[in-house]
């Protein structure tokens, strides 16, 4: 009796050791079984299709969002700050980027007849820009000392308005501003006009040092005085439009000129 009462708890233990045991096992191998799917979906993930795999990576960035909202509000906050930087970082990677490649921002162009500053042309007349409304107009900012580049930039417009219409050369003004207000007097303005055989169409302006700085600076034109009589400048023949707009710029010297008589044709042609 006393040996069956012994067995009896003997097997007694081993069943509840062995209940204990299997508990014990159970979440391991849950956990283990978890972790193997869990393992198994990332790689089929990754070998699944794009559209695939960008659904399930937006599961798994639901998920972490669902983490992020349950964290305690210190770590939120430097979770939302450390976020806040890596856009920022990024915005300004595109900002270089784009810079780099040359992009720019479309903007509602200005028209320079907004500029509301008076001329002396080499007529001797004070005027505005605005007066040539209604015309398309061929810019360019020169001094009539130049040596070589201005007068290399009077023969291209020359070679613009050659390749235009007598009818079309009607409707188009051509407008040469001095960097050089105080060498550049109204009777050597007309000099030049004179000697480079310029018709009534031309006109030829000098203002004040701030005004010839506001239209090179709204033209995109660099210049600056390197002695009491030269200067180095940007050589661009600017297109403007019947409302001032700027539409087209020829950039260098000895261009040729049929993209920019196809820009004057076109803003005549409407």
Excluded at 118 to 131: A, N, V
Excluded at 193 to 212: E, N, T, V
Excluded at 226 to 252: A, E, F, M, P, T
Aim: with cysteine; aromatic share 4%.
């Amino acid at each position: 009796m006393k040996w069956k009462t012994i067995g009896m708890g003997t097997a007694l233990v081993a069943v509840i050791w062995g209940w204990l045991s299997w508990n014990s096992f159970v979440p391991h191998a849950n956990e283990a079984k978890a972790h193997n799917h869990k393992k198994q979906n990332h790689a089929n993930c990754n070998k699944a299709k794009p559209k695939a795999h960008k659904a399930c990576c937006r599961k798994h960035k639901k998920q972490a969002n669902t983490h992020h909202n349950k964290a305690k509000p210190k770590a939120r906050k430097a979770c939302c700050h450390k976020h806040k930087k890596q856009a920022m970082k990024a915005k300004g990677t595109l900002a270089v980027s784009s810079k780099k490649s040359g992009a720019q921002p479309s903007s509602k162009s200005l028209s320079l007849y907004q500029l509301k500053s008076t001329w002396k042309s080499h007529q001797g007349k004070t005027l505005k820009l605005s007066s040539l409304r209604g015309s398309v107009i061929l810019l360019a900012m020169i001094y009539a000392s130049c040596p070589h580049a201005c007068p290399m930039t009077i023969s291209d417009i020359q070679a613009i308005d050659r390749g235009l219409t007598p009818e079309q050369r009607k409707k188009v003004r051509i407008v040469l501003v001095t960097f050089d207000p105080k060498r550049d007097t109204a009777t050597r303005l007309r000099a030049l006009a004179q000697q480079r055989k310029m018709d009534s169409r031309w006109l030829l302006l000098r203002g004040s040092s701030i005004q010839i700085l506001e239209l090179a600076a709204v033209l995109g034109v660099k210049y600056r005085k390197i002695n009491d009589v030269d200067y180095v400048h940007s050589n661009l023949i600017s297109i403007l439009d019947q409302r001032g707009v700027r539409r087209h710029q020829q950039v260098g010297l000895a261009q040729k000129p049929q993209r920019s008589q196809a820009v004057i044709r076109q803003l005549l042609s409407k």
